[in-house]
């Protein structure tokens, strides 16, 4: 059984109605019957099996890391008439409230008390409205066209991909993950990243991100108006990207799963 985390018992205050006893009981019937468990990184094998002796029985179990292989990019299917600002920053997955989009928020409404619109970088948010978030969508439907923020969803995989590409920084403040592929996929696109810091990105990517507090809304801001600054000075650009080597791919993921079976 592939156990990708255990977030909806760490963090039961993030999850829909119902969801925590439903995900209870199936993580219980893998500590009572699996014959191995699949993590996909150190950090959730730690907390699943935390949660397993706590129920009695720990099933065998190995880490094997998920492939990240980014789609090509298709800036040919992003929406027509799209306009990105420039610079841009990337904020990429599903709105709910683990991901913690109510901070980018903030650090936006702070950066427009800052800087003449002329200077205010984009924020373009990528990923469908989810759940027990209605503060942050309220924000987000008052938006006005002057507040430098793109809501965008129902993209392919190659568009999110030249999204990537083109960003000055993904940025990820997202509270908790069992893997988190987004901040994986913009490192192997080279493009610099600002995330919280999570136990499966010091693993997997080690020194690559800018770690941050997800509560501080200064050190987000610092963070992204520098890059902002120096991306229309012209004093980064393609000088700021750097390779990541060794990230997983899916022969490794198979080749630790099927060693063990």
């Known amino acids: 059984?592939?156990?990708?985390?255990?977030?909806?018992?760490?963090?039961?205050?993030?999850?829909?109605?119902?969801?925590?006893?439903?995900?209870?009981?199936?993580?219980?019937?893998?500590?009572?019957?699996?014959?191995?468990?699949?993590?996909?990184?150190?950090?959730?094998?730690?907390?699943?099996?935390?949660?397993?002796?706590?129920?009695?029985?720990?099933?065998?179990?190995?880490?094997?890391?998920?492939?990240?292989v980014p789609a090509p990019p298709?800036?040919?299917?992003?929406?027509p008439g799209l306009f990105l600002p420039r610079p841009y920053f990337l904020a990429l997955g599903t709105i709910e409230p683990r991901k913690n989009h109510a901070l980018l928020l903030?650090?936006?409404?702070?950066?427009?008390?800052?800087?003449?619109?002329?200077?205010?970088?984009?924020?373009?948010?990528?990923?469908s409205r989810g759940w027990e978030n209605e503060e942050v969508f309220r924000r987000l439907d008052a938006l006005s066209p002057q507040a430098g923020i793109i809501e965008l969803a129902n993209l392919s995989d190659g568009a999110v991909?030249?999204?990537?590409?083109?960003?000055?920084?993904?940025?990820?403040?997202?509270?908790?993950?069992?893997?988190?592929?987004?901040?994986?996929?913009?490192?192997?696109?080279?493009?610099?990243?600002?995330?919280?810091?999570?136990?499966?990105?010091?693993?997997?990517?080690?020194?690559?991100?800018?770690y941050a507090d997800p509560d501080d809304v200064y050190f987000w801001k610092q963070s992204i108006r520098n890059l902002a600054e120096s991306m229309q000075a012209g004093q980064s650009g393609d000088g700021a990207r750097?390779?990541?080597?060794?990230?997983?791919?899916w022969s490794s993921h198979f080749g630790v799963v099927l060693a063990r079976t």
């Open 106 to 127: 903030d650090v936006w409404q702070a950066l427009s008390a800052e800087l003449p619109p002329e200077d205010l970088p984009g924020l373009v948010i990528v990923g």
């Open 161 to 210: 991909t030249a999204l990537i590409d083109g960003a000055a920084a993904l940025l990820f403040p997202s509270r908790a993950e069992g893997y988190g592929l987004p901040p994986m996929e913009a490192a192997a696109r080279e493009t610099p990243t600002i995330c919280a810091n999570l136990p499966v990105y010091r693993e997997i990517l080690g020194d690559y991100p800018v």
């Open 1 to 68: 059984v592939l156990v990708h985390d255990t977030i909806p018992l760490d963090y039961p205050g993030f999850q829909r109605p119902g969801t925590p006893a439903r995900f209870e009981a199936m993580l219980r019937r893998v500590g009572a019957s699996a014959d191995l468990a699949i993590y996909n990184s150190e950090a959730t094998r730690t907390a699943s099996e935390a949660w397993f002796a706590r129920w009695g029985r720990v099933p065998p179990g190995v880490v094997a890391h998920l492939g990240v």
């Open 242 to 249: 750097r390779a990541l080597p060794g990230l997983p791919d």
């Open 74 to 79: 298709d800036p040919a299917a992003l929406p």
